[in-house]
T-cell receptor
Framework: GAVVSQHPSRVICKSGTSVKIECRSLDFQATTMFWYRQFPKKSLMLMATSNEGSKATYEQGVEKDKFLINHASLTLSTLTVTSAHPEDSSFYIC???????????FGDGTRLSIL | KQEVTQIPAALSVPEGENLVLNCSFTDSAIYNLQWFRQDPGKGLTSLLLIQSSQREQTSGRLNASLDKSSGRSTLYIAASQPGDSATYLCAVRPFHPNFGNEKLTFGTGTRLTIIP
């Protein structure tokens, strides 16, 4: 089956640090990747959608200068949380989709804790 | 705007029992519906995907049904085991005029605990 790898699984860092999270599709080429945020005991909230080689499309209320998304290849997308603050602490999950006819496949998530 | 509801938010049942999880959605114009499992601190594992033209899908002890007209889906788990304990999420993919740009709408999940 389709495998999506997300790294790192957990990050703890000081306020003001920038943190990069990687999302890789291991056995397929993903034309589209998605980034979600999940608060405790809540469902997933879509942050942005990225198509390979294009700028990401951000959901309303998501700061694009705060959450930088790069999808430079068909197997890799990165999310960089710039100048992270405690309120950015959350669980971030990526997903990847081969093409528009296929379902999304999800990574294992990254627990980000900002001290 | 599509809204997806899962009730109850939490469910505990003894091992061995059969159980049903519920998912309801407000807009019946969907492309497909998917059931996921999420273990604590982990990502989503896809369990079953039902296309809008289908009524049900089965995988092992799991059976998912879809009734578009009433905006409901159920996930049936037979002979439950402690390893089934997890949060179960349903997600709806809507029809969109610009196919491919639609977003999944997730329910808030049902946290299932199987008591040994």
């Amino acid at each position: 089956g389709a495998v999506v790898s997300q790294h790192p699984s957990r990050v703890i860092c000081k306020s003001g640090t920038s943190v990069k999270i990687e999302c890789r599709s291991l056995d397929f080429q993903a034309t589209t990747m998605f980034w979600y945020r999940q608060f405790p005991k809540k469902s997933l909230m879509l942050m942005a959608t990225s198509n390979e080689g294009s700028k990401a499309t951000y959901e309303q209320g998501v700061e694009k200068d705060k959450f930088l998304i790069n999808h430079a290849s068909l197997t890799l997308s990165t999310l960089t949380v710039t100048s992270a603050h405690p309120e950015d602490s959350s669980f971030y999950i990526c997903s990847a989709r081969r093409d528009r006819y296929q379902p999304q496949h999800f990574g294992d998530g990254t627990r980000l804790s900002i001290l | 705007k599509q809204e997806v509801t899962q009730i109850p938010a939490a469910l505990s049942v003894p091992e061995g029992e059969n159980l049903v999880l519920n998912c309801s959605f407000t807009d019946s114009a969907i492309y497909n519906l998917q059931w996921f499992r999420q273990d604590p601190g982990k990502g989503l594992t896809s369990l079953l995907l039902i296309q809008s033209s289908q009524r049900e899908q089965t995988s092992g002890r799991l059976n998912a049904s879809l009734d578009k007209s009433s905006g409901r889906s159920t996930l049936y788990i037979a002979a439950s085991q402690p390893g089934d304990s997890a949060t179960y999420l349903c997600a709806v993919r809507p029809f969109h005029p610009n196919f491919g740009n639609e977003k999944l709408t997730f329910g808030t999940g049902t946290r299932l605990t199987i008591i040994p």
